[in-house]
């Protein structure tokens, strides 16, 4: 049984860093992608970006380019999300996603391709 368990969300300024943790368990993970996904009130949940987890392959959404940087540490199971210079519009609940993936020309980037998911964490920054 796969187990995602996220932290590290909080309020933070406008302009401020957070890094959210994602421990994984119940598999080893060597043929899955870790996504991160990100749902605002009202809004439908949207894509932050995803990493294979073995292999080079890594993608953002143009909105988090540049600011958010997806790593894991193969030691302790955890992927990571560091958010840099975050805004109010970065405001959402954030939740960490994992697949079995075997290659291929995409990584998966919608929240309809996951099968597994975490409870999510809060991340609400100021203005």
């Known amino acids: 049984q796969v187990q995602l368990v996220e932290s590290g969300g909080g309020l933070v300024q406008a302009g401020g860093s957070l890094r959210l943790s994602c421990a994984a368990s119940?598999?080893?993970?060597?043929?899955?992608?870790m996504g991160w996904f990100r749902q605002a009130p009202g809004k439908e949940r949207e894509v932050v970006g995803a990493?294979?987890?073995?292999?080079?392959?890594?993608s953002y959404a143009d909105s988090v380019k540049g600011r958010f940087t997806i790593s894991r540490d193969n030691a302790k199971n955890v992927v990571y999300l560091q958010m840099n210079s975050l805004k109010p519009e970065d405001t959402a609940v954030y939740y960490c996603?994992?697949?079995?993936?075997?290659?291929?020309?995409?990584?998966?980037?919608?929240?309809?391709?996951?099968?597994?998911w975490g409870q999510g964490t809060q991340v609400t920054v100021s203005s």
């Open positions: 119940g598999r080893t993970f060597t043929n899955y992608v």
């Open positions: 990493k294979s987890w073995s292999a080079r392959r890594i």
């Open positions: 996603a994992a697949e079995e993936w075997h290659g291929g020309s995409n990584l998966p980037l919608t929240s309809a391709e996951y099968d597994y």
